[in-house]
């Protein structure tokens, strides 16, 4: 049972009227009396919270940023007309700040045998499963002295993905994509490309591509075209250590390495490769193998949404077992990781021969761009010492880096609005040398 603020007034209104009208216990006794009974009333004609039918449906899944609708079905199965206020209750990261509790508060009169939907705007700030609470109804009677009050558990659960803001950079890589497939007017040739068709000989073509069999069987000079491979494998690897946890402006490293890792599986699906996806720390936390080109995307972005990062140290050798398992011919293997020096020497550089006699390997870690900030300060000497810390950040991750390319692997070391074109720019390079 809860009294409203109605209650509250005439209770007042009733403590003056005993005060200047009828001083005395006979008149508290005869006021409070009068109240209890319409307060009585008032419940036993509210109607019940605990028959109340509930049916949910709406989205169940959302980009990150984006906005989901949920739809609960109240059905009043009595007699007696609900005059209610209904909170559909979910986690406080799924409303937004200037929203609050209003937003998943809903005032409804449903007569006897009726049903109302009622739509609740999700917009969700973090990614993964956000499930719904509970659903509490506060009847009301109809003087509005007392409510009923009950909750309901009814399940709902609303998925959200990453937001894939790399995705504006896809067309201009589609577009070299083309250039370096043969379908415009510019053709490449690299080491390991494949023969593609032939055609006739035009002024300006390299003279090394004319085949001269084939000349030989026609009365014009022909010439092959070629393609880079396809059907080439990807093994895209997320590390979610503690590193991983480590923020960037306002996303942690872990959000950047997504977006940049759904950059390259779109775009390597249109080039005809094969992606699959490993996320490990010292254990597998996500994996997507053996998808289409067209189930690729939805495959990878709901194993991304609920993936968070573990406040442990990654295994370097376990990782590396593991991709040997799940890579067992010779791939394209990307890994998001840090550049820090203790992890990289400690961990990874001694993994890394079994790991590059046997696949090409991009490291692609996330900088800050706050250190470059800080490293162009020099107005206060507050701010040179922070540019000498930041120029001491840079120099040691560019050491790491070179202790990397020293092996023969490709690293990527770029700001968060940079990592997902650089690591595409850095895919069709290798892809138009016949790297893959």
């Given amino acids: 049972m809860a009294l409203t603020g109605r209650t509250v007034l005439i209770s007042a209104l009733g403590a003056l009227f005993v005060g200047f009208v009828l001083p005395g216990w006979l008149g508290i006794l005869t006021v409070q009396l009068a109240l209890l009974i319409a307060i009585?009333?008032?419940?036993?004609?509210?109607?019940?919270?605990?028959?109340?039918?509930?049916?949910?449906?709406?989205?169940?899944?959302?980009?990150?940023?984006?906005?989901?609708?949920?739809?609960?079905?109240?059905?009043?199965?009595?007699?007696?007309?609900?005059?209610?206020?209904?909170?559909?209750?979910?986690p406080p990261s799924t409303l937004t700040a200037d929203a609050g509790i209003p937003a998943s508060r809903h005032t409804v009169r449903i007569p006897g045998a009726e049903r109302r939907r009622l739509t609740t705007v999700l917009h969700p700030t973090r990614r993964g499963d956000h499930r719904a609470v509970r659903v509490t109804v506060r009847s009301h009677g109809p003087l509005g002295l007392a409510a009923r009050q009950g909750s309901h558990h009814?399940?709902?659960?609303?998925?959200?993905?990453?937001?894939?803001?790399?995705?504006?950079?896809?067309?201009?890589?589609?577009?070299?994509?083309r250039e370096l497939d043969g379908r415009t007017s510019i053709l490449t040739r690299g080491e390991g490309t494949e023969f593609d068709s032939l055609r006739d000989y035009t002024p300006g073509d390299d003279t090394r591509s004319i085949d001269w069999r084939a000349t030989a069987r026609r009365q014009t000079v022909a010439v092959r075209t070629w393609r880079p491979e396809r059907d080439r494998r990807i093994l895209l690897v997320l590390e979610t250590g503690r590193t991983s946890a480590g923020r960037v402006g306002d996303t942690p490293r872990l959000d950047a390495s997504m977006d940049a890792a759904l950059l390259l599986a779109a775009l390597a699906a249109r080039a005809g490769d094969k992606v699959d996806l490993l996320a490990y720390d010292r254990r597998v936390r996500a994996s997507v193998q053996g998808r289409t080109a067209r189930d690729l995307l939805p495959s990878l972005t709901n194993a991304l949404a609920p993936l968070e990062s573990e406040l442990i140290e990654a295994d370097p050798r376990g990782l590396a077992a593991t991709i040997h398992r799940s890579a067992p011919r010779r791939s394209l293997?990307?890994?998001?990781?840090?550049?820090?020096?203790?992890?990289?020497?400690?961990?990874?550089?001694?993994?890394?021969?079994?790991?590059?006699?046997?696949?090409?390997?991009?490291?692609?870690?996330?900088?800050?761009?706050?250190?470059?900030?800080?490293?162009?300060?020099?107005?206060?000497?507050?701010?040179?010492?922070a540019a000498a810390a930041a120029e001491q950040n840079r120099s040691a991750r560019r050491r790491t880096a070179d202790r990397l390319r020293h092996h023969g692997i490709t690293v990527i070391d770029s700001t968060p609005d940079h990592l997902a074109p650089d690591l595409a720019d850095a895919y069709l390079t290798l892809k138009s040398t016949g790297r893959l």
């Fill in 333 to 385: 293997i990307v890994l998001f990781t840090g550049l820090d020096a203790a992890p990289v020497e400690e961990g990874l550089l001694p993994v890394l021969p079994g790991l590059t006699q046997r696949h090409e390997l991009i490291v692609a870690a996330v900088a800050d761009p706050r250190i470059e900030e800080m490293a162009a300060g020099r107005h206060t000497p507050q701010a040179v010492y």
């Fill in 40 to 90: 009585l009333c008032d419940l036993a004609l509210a109607a019940p919270v605990r028959k109340l039918h509930f049916t949910r449906t709406g989205d169940t899944s959302v980009r990150l940023t984006g906005d989901a609708e949920t739809h609960l079905t109240v059905t009043n199965p009595d007699r007696r007309t609900l005059r209610a206020t209904i909170r559909d209750a979910w």
């Fill in 154 to 177: 009814v399940p709902g659960t609303v998925r959200v993905l990453p937001p894939f803001t790399s995705r504006k950079h896809l067309p201009a890589k589609l577009a070299r994509l």
